[in-house]
């Protein structure tokens, strides 16, 4: 499928492993309440990951999910010093997951060493305790049981929802994947895994017209699958994003009716309010004794 054209963007790297990438962020976005980092888009990770001079957002981010690897309140922040012993100790007990990644032994000399790495070495590392984060922390642990209907009853609706955010490609075809990002919000990206587009994602849309538009570009497909997609997307994605934008439709409003009656109070005191005489008669005031 050829992208959208209208809102084009790149998160173009192709040293490092795109699906590694689209997890970590998803990880970041979906328990945002327990990891509490400041990254919104998937750009911002992407400029995070492959920063150059000043790379205090990425040693941020690699302690703070050390932190919640460790299953540490992420509001005691960890120190570099505590990164060579304690990456090592969770190196150990998790060998099983880093054996498929591409992270050297130096890495866990110093956090120095972890920075110095390639951009793809950083992401498989930033992965590796994605990993460990969600399948260890007791608070993500705590979310993903209530999210599953352990404790509570979940609707169809709930079911939806929990489904639009994922670890996982939301719809893939051929050697095309499609990532579904966003809380509030939803952007779809496109992975390309052919040999020469491998390791970069698109984004194909992330407003109503947008998704419409890629809509409309699935349906032209002979193939099934695309049809398949652009029916979730309209079942799914636009109704939700129409709503959203309803809602901020309605805040704008009534913030803009407020900011009116404000104003109009104001305009209403400053006309009403008393002015005292001004005497400009200076002989009023001047007793007869003073000639």
Not at 6 to 34: G, H, K, P, Q
Not at 71 to 92: F, H, I, M, N, Y
Not at 111 to 116: C, F, K, S, V
Request: charged fraction near 30%.
């Amino acid at each position: 499928m050829s992208p959208s054209t209208n809102s084009r963007t790149e998160v173009a790297n192709s040293s490092y492993s795109a699906a590694n990438f689209a997890s970590i962020y998803a990880t970041l976005d979906t328990f945002r309440v327990v990891i509490q980092s400041d990254i919104q888009e998937p750009e911002e990770l992407d400029d995070v990951v492959r920063c150059v001079d000043d790379t205090s957002k990425l040693k941020e981010l690699a302690l703070r999910l050390l932190a919640v690897a460790l299953g540490r309140k992420t509001k005691v922040a960890l120190s570099e010093q505590q990164w060579p012993k304690l990456c090592s100790d969770l190196a150990a007990s998790t060998i099983f997951i880093l054996k498929s990644l591409q992270v050297p032994e130096a890495v866990a000399d110093s956090l120095d060493a972890y920075i110095e790495q390639s951009s793809a070495v950083r992401v498989d590392v930033l992965y590796w305790l994605c990993e460990v984060a969600v399948m260890d922390n007791p608070e993500i642990k705590v979310l993903v049981d209530s999210e599953s209907g352990k404790g509570r009853k979940t609707s169809a609706v709930d079911t939806k929802k929990e489904n639009l955010v994922r670890l996982q490609p939301y719809f893939e075809i051929s050697k095309q994947r499609y990532w579904l990002f966003g809380n509030k919000t939803r952007q779809l990206y496109l992975e390309s895994l052919s040999q020469r587009g491998r390791g970069k994602l698109e984004l194909l849309a992330q407003t109503p017209a947008e998704f419409s538009s890629v809509v409309e570009e699935l349906n032209t497909q002979r193939n099934h699958a695309p049809k398949e997609l652009a029916d979730l997307l309209v079942n799914d994605v636009i109704p939700f994003l129409e709503q959203q934008a309803r809602k901020k439709e309605r805040v704008e409003r009534a913030l803009q009716r407020q900011a009116i009656a404000i104003a109009n109070v104001h305009i209403y005191e400053t006309r009403t309010r008393k002015r005292q005489r001004v005497n400009y008669n200076v002989d009023d005031g001047i007793e007869a004794s003073e000639f």
